[in-house]
């Protein structure tokens, strides 16, 4: 009967101290996610682009951004190897999705770079055109 009662002690002495180890592991896992968040960007900042799904673009094609808040925004096409860029966009948008469509008749068969431009950002993206 005394070896049962020391038995339970130990158990529980056991567990409680598995408990204090859990304890200890969460508290500083949530110390290490803080510090590593400190220096991250705020996103709403930033804007995504979504390309068209034709490949190769032909006709009217349509390409969609989404914003986190009201941006002022340029949208542009250049041909490979020109300095000369074709302004499609140029103006402040509301946040949210916007679709901006591109007739692609416009410019000749050929390798292009999209450009999207705002205050704290700008992407690049390479398209070919096929009429």
């Known amino acids: ?27 500083l896992y949530r110390l290490l996610l803080k510090r590593l968040k400190k220096g991250r960007q705020d996103q709403s ?15 009217k094609v349509r390409f969609f951004i989404d914003l986190q808040k009201e941006t002022n925004v340029k949208f542009s096409f250049q041909a490979v190897g020109q300095e000369e860029e074709k302004i499609v966009l140029h103006e402040t ?5 916007k679709v901006i469509p ?3 008749t416009d410019v000749a068969n050929g390798t292009y770079y999209f450009t999207l431009t705002t205050d704290n950002q700008k992407i690049t993206k390479k398209i070919v055109v096929s009429n």
């Open 1 to 27: 009967m005394i070896f049962l009662a020391l038995d339970i002690a130990r158990l529980i002495a056991n567990i409680a101290w598995i408990s204090l180890f859990v304890i200890v592991f969460l508290i």
């Open 45 to 59: 900042n930033y804007i995504k682009l979504m390309t068209p799904e034709q490949h190769p673009a032909s006709g």
């Open 93 to 97: 948008i509301q946040a949210g999705g």
């Open 102 to 104: 591109f007739d692609t």
